[in-house]
């Protein structure tokens, strides 16, 4: 026995059903794709920037060190210049020292100069305070010679009204004293 295979046709709406059906699997794994390959993209460039990044650290840090080790060297040699400068000028000190010798007869001059000056102003500085404690004690005893002054001419005063002869009689009194005698007797 035979079979008869028959081919069933499917109907437009069905045909239309599995061809967006089909459109949309294919939709979706396009899709995918693309997002797969955007997700191969990102990680080739995270990895090109992070590769990128190491090596100008890298280089930075190899330049900073050469650039350090420069520094080291110029400071290095700078002190070593210093170092050898300061070993050719020990003794420099005394030598020069030795050199200028103080000229002692023209220290001693002037030395004995200072010590005339220094007199004079002590002599000086003593008249001064001799003239202003006069003048001082003047100040103080002023009053006193004053009020002695003026009681010694007080008294010359007086000396003189004193060696006068006595003032004559007032002729009024006088005739008073005649009236109450005239009558007293």
Known sequence: MKR???????????EAVLAREELQRRRKLRLQQVREQERYIAHQVRCEVRERRERELQNLAGALEVEWQQQQRERL????KVYQDS?????????????NEPDTEALARRKEEQQVRAKERHREALRELTHRRHMEEEERSRHITARKKALLAEKERAAKVASLPPPPPNPIEVQRASRHTCFQV
């Open 87 to 99: 070993l050719q000028c020990v003794g420099e000190g005394h030598r020069s020292a030795k050199e």
């Open 77 to 80: 040699e700078t002190l070593q």
């Open 4 to 14: 008869k295979t028959v081919k069933l046709r499917l109907s437009p709406n069905e």
